[in-house]
């Protein structure tokens, strides 16, 4: 980014001369016009992702949402061994024959710290075949935000559905945490969800599926069981998530569905009224307790390419003396972080 001005100045004998001067912007400037681009960028994907599922809507049948309808869920467990207890509420309307829109509310606590935020859907749907739809929301906890934009589908195959949601997430991460500078960075990457659903009755649905959630991969499961409440429809479901020691979850708890028909099963309920309201997972803050300001050195055992850090699990590290990537930060490959050659 460049300009250009000129100066013109008298010299003995009446002469001028033009000089050019070079002017460049400020730094801020640049960073101003990079995160206007950054922003821009964004937007337009969000809008194609909107355009297509317009254009998706014309081939629907069957209403996207069957009428305005709720739920509301709260649930305790088990997360990385620390005790966790969210209230998750979202309520979906139509907005036209085959688009729908849903808003969802997510509170909590998780090792003692509060958890809040929310999210938005809006998506095409043929109840027989398909949904599809655009998602975005933002939460926070412990003063560590994320971010997310991603499409989200779902294919409904006699008792089986296959779902899932794919996209961006940003976590912005604070300075310090309990008093100690914060090593982990901010950051920005791809996360997905896919589950594969069966039905063994019309209120009893088993799921499991992978996620790949803050750059970590999970397996899940899951069942649901909607019981005869009399007027108001409840279920019990239990939930986890297993991979990585420090990201593994269980929890389990109630959910309430609000709508006009209290006879609905949970089948139906699943595929003409609301999507699932998605929560993230948070990193873990690697932060100086020494003081030095300085991550700390890389662990791995042997020194033999192909080896990945073994701590910190997050790569929050720098490599040691002797390694390919010596003094700077591991690279991350196939699920891991190297300081040597990258696996073959």
């Given at each position: 980014?460049?300009?250009?001005?000129?100066?013109?100045?008298?010299?003995?004998?009446?002469?001028?001369?033009?000089?050019?001067l070079y002017e460049?912007?400020?730094?801020?400037?640049?960073l101003s016009v990079t995160w206007v681009g950054v922003m821009r960028s964004k937007l337009k994907a969000a809008l194609l992702l909107v355009?297509?599922?317009?254009?998706?809507?014309?081939?629907a049948e069957?209403?996207?949402?069957?009428?305005?309808?709720?739920?509301?869920?709260?649930?305790?467990?088990?997360?990385?061994?620390?005790?966790?207890?969210?209230?998750?509420?979202s309520y979906s309307i139509p907005l036209a024959p085959s688009i729908g829109f849903q808003v969802d509310g997510a509170v909590g606590s998780i090792d003692g710290e509060i958890m809040g935020g929310g999210g938005a859907h809006i998506f095409t749907r043929d109840p027989s075949q398909y949904l599809f739809g655009v998602y975005g929301s933002f939460h926070t906890?412990?003063?560590?935000d994320i971010w997310r934009l991603a499409i989200e589908a779902e294919l409904y195959l006699g008792r089986f559905s296959l779902s899932g949601i794919a996209g961006f997430e940003g976590v912005d991460v604070p300075d310090t945490s309990g008093g100690f500078v914060v090593l982990t960075q901010d950051d920005e990457h791809a996360f997905a969800h896919i589950d594969l659903a069966y039905y063994?009755?019309?209120?009893?649905?088993?799921?499991?599926?992978?996620r790949y959630l803050n750059e970590v991969s999970f397996a899940s499961a899951g069942a649901e069981y909607l019981?005869?409440?009399?007027?108001?429809?409840?279920?019990?479901?239990?939930?986890g998530d297993f991979g990585d020691d420090d990201y593994t979850s269980v929890t389990g708890g109630l959910k309430i569905y609000l709508g006009s028909d209290r006879k609905k099963s949970l089948i139906q309920r699943h595929r003409t009224d609301d999507p699932e309201n998605y929560t993230p997972v948070f990193p873990k803050l690697v932060t100086d307790k020494s003081g030095s300001g300085q991550p700390p050195i890389c662990e791995i055992n042997g020194n033999v390419g192909g080896v990945p850090v073994t701590s910190p699990a997050n790569g929050q590290c720098i490599c040691p003396s002797g390694t390919?990537?010596?003094?700077?930060?591991?690279?991350?490959?196939?699920?891991?972080?190297?300081?040597y050659a990258n696996p073959t």
């Open positions: 980014m460049k300009g250009w001005s000129q100066r013109y100045s008298k010299k003995q004998g009446g002469l001028c001369r033009v000089e050019r460049r912007f400020s730094f801020d400037q640049f355009t297509a599922l317009m254009s998706n809507s014309a081939f069957g209403p996207a949402v069957s009428g305005p309808n709720g739920k509301f869920s709260i649930e305790g467990g088990a997360f990385d061994g620390d005790s966790s207890f969210l209230a998750l509420g906890w412990d003063s560590i063994p009755t019309d209120n009893f649905k088993i799921s499991g599926g992978y019981f005869d409440a009399g007027d108001v429809p409840m279920s019990l479901f239990a939930r390919q990537n010596e003094g700077s930060a591991p690279a991350f490959n196939n699920g891991g972080y190297y300081c």
